[in-house]
């Protein structure tokens, strides 16, 4: 088995493509060891020292280093970690796990909502993807769109500037009911 690696715009983060599909549907996020015990993939990617953060993507594994490891120092044991699970046959979520999509909405705005949640999943979504993270709708309120970076997005410098820049001014230029774009943690 190969598994591939990828910068990512966050230098603390590293996205694995282990050439088989990891989750069927959504994204899964987890920011400690203890949130991952629902993801035998994640857990073994936990177990090395000096990993903050696994996000799950459809075909990848994003690890979030600490400020502390070097990744010369546990990539090596990310990969083996990666290559022993796909090898296990073990699933990448156990049971019915609660998998991140989209937040419900309904009321006066959602026709609004649903505007923008298709926007996110055509435009968005897969562009935040290819730098091994994602961006989950949260809410809709007086004209300002709540969205929860995950995966390599979390933390990124270059966040905000997605966030105002990129986002904010395509959901603008398409539904004039959106004024603003804030991040939620």
């Known amino acids: 088995m190969f598994i591939q690696t990828e910068t990512t715009p966050n230098p603390a983060t590293l996205k694995f493509l ?11 996020d987890f920011t400690d060891a203890e949130a991952a015990s629902v993801s035998p993939l994640a857990t073994r990617v936990f177990a090395v020292n000096g990993v903050s953060g696994v996000f799950l993507g459809s075909d990848f594994v994003t690890v979030t280093k600490a400020d502390s490891a070097e990744w010369d120092h546990i990539k090596p044991a990310i ?13 990448a979520m156990q049971g019915a796990a609660d998998l991140t999509g989209h937040a419900d909405h309904s ?3 959602e026709g609004i909502v649903s505007q923008i949640k298709e926007l ?14 994602d961006i989950t709708f949260h809410g809709f309120d007086k004209g300002v769109v709540y969205l929860h970076m995950q995966g390599a997005c979390a933390g990124c410098p270059s966040s905000t500037m997605t966030l105002k820049m990129g986002i904010e001014n395509l959901l603008r230029h398409y539904i004039p009911e959106v004024t603003e774009v804030r991040p939620i943690a």
């Open 107 to 109: 009321g006066e705005d």
């Open 18 to 28: 282990p050439g088989q599909p990891v989750l069927e549907r959504g994204t899964a």
């Open 120 to 133: 996110l999943d055509t435009r968005v979504r897969p562009a935040v993807a290819q730098d091994g993270g």
């Open 79 to 91: 990969l083996g970690a990666i290559m022993e699970h796909f090898q296990s046959g073990a699933p």
